[in-house]
């Protein structure tokens, strides 16, 4: 197969399933990689997305609850560790291996991450990698050149080939079954969270009434509009920084350079810089280039918690540099 050439049809059709299949894989996906309808494959499975829609009219709460200093913070904060957890460990951690981890932190941050509701993690690398080998290409499902930016922005995560996991892809992945456990079960992950974030407010509604929070409202904040907000701040890299910003290198796909996206994803929007040479665990590459998530992982190697970061390499620097 060439990049040039259309998404792949399987040769076996799976058979039309009721609307029972898509309710019980909201919360067990175990059949997701079974072979895909070609008339349906690429058509968003309305039923299936109800809980990603209703993710979003969540934020609505805020209408009832009202906002308060405190989950503001307890918003901003969830976004923060989730987005590192998303960058660090599902992007550079999972779909590249620029460095290693014990399993037990390993676990740790892909449950962190799972809980952003972007999926498992054996899920996104298995779609990352895919859109590194054919980035901007017809076989690439979000390329706002081939499918415009609504599509490379939202649309194809919610079809039926968008929620398959390829696990051929991810061979490295699939032999940790915790990983696999967070993967098909991927709902488990958000709804613990969100219950301990309705916990922790109703806590303190008790423990500190001066704060003026409440469980709902923590729930509003810190779950529903936070995670929204994350997820379509992690998706920007796919819809916007493939269209904005600048081209230190000339790569085969369309990817650019964003300082404001780059300060939104904590060093994502470095993407031309990455998809140059994506086997770092660095993408700004020069030192006013920001990357939260490089400062987050040399912490955590300091720690002894990762370790062999895998560096930017003194050839590559020095190209960036011209």
């Not at 009721?18 to 039923?47: C, H, K, N």
């Not at 995670?227 to 650019?256: K, P, Y």
């Not at 904590?266 to 770092?280: K, L």
């Amino acid at each position: 197969m060439t990049d040039a050439e259309p998404l792949a049809k399987p040769a076996i059709v799976e058979p039309r399933r009721g609307p029972w299949s898509a309710l019980r894989r909201w919360f067990d996906t175990g059949g997701a990689d079974e072979a895909l309808d070609p008339e349906q494959a690429d058509r968003i499975d309305w039923l299936r997305a109800a809980p990603f829609i209703a993710l979003h009219l969540g934020c609505l709460g805020a209408i009832w609850t009202g906002v308060s200093p405190t989950a503001l913070a307890v918003a901003a904060a969830a976004y923060a560790l989730r987005m590192f957890a998303v960058t660090g460990f599902y992007h550079r951690g999972f779909s590249h291996r620029t460095f290693r981890a014990a399993r037990p932190i390993q676990f740790a941050f892909a449950a962190l991450g799972a809980s952003s509701v972007q999926r498992g993690p054996l899920w996104w690398a298995a779609h990352h990698r895919n859109h590194h080998h054919h980035a901007d290409t017809p076989v690439d499902p979000h390329s706002p050149r081939v499918h415009g930016f609504l599509w490379s922005h939202v649309g194809w995560f919610l079809t039926p080939r968008g929620f398959r996991t390829d696990l051929k892809r991810v061979p490295d992945l699939a032999r940790y079954p915790e990983l696999r456990w967070l993967d098909r079960y991927d709902t488990a992950i958000p709804v613990l969270f969100a219950a301990a974030i309705y916990a922790l407010g109703a806590w303190l509604r008790h423990a500190d009434p001066a704060l003026h929070t409440s469980g709902a409202q923590l729930l509003v904040w810190g779950f529903f509009v936070s995670t929204v907000v994350l997820f379509h701040a992690t998706v920007t890299i796919n819809s916007l920084a493939h269209r904005f910003g600048s081209r230190r290198f000339e790569t085969r796909d369309d990817s650019r350079n964003n300082l404001w996206l780059a300060l939104l994803t904590f060093g994502e929007g470095w993407h031309n810089n990455h998809h140059h040479f994506p086997g770092t665990a660095r993408q700004g590459f020069l030192w006013w280039e920001i990357d939260l998530t490089w400062y987050g992982l040399r912490l955590l190697a300091a720690l002894g918690l990762v370790h062999d970061l895998r560096p930017l390499p003194a050839r590559v620097l020095a190209r960036a540099r011209r």
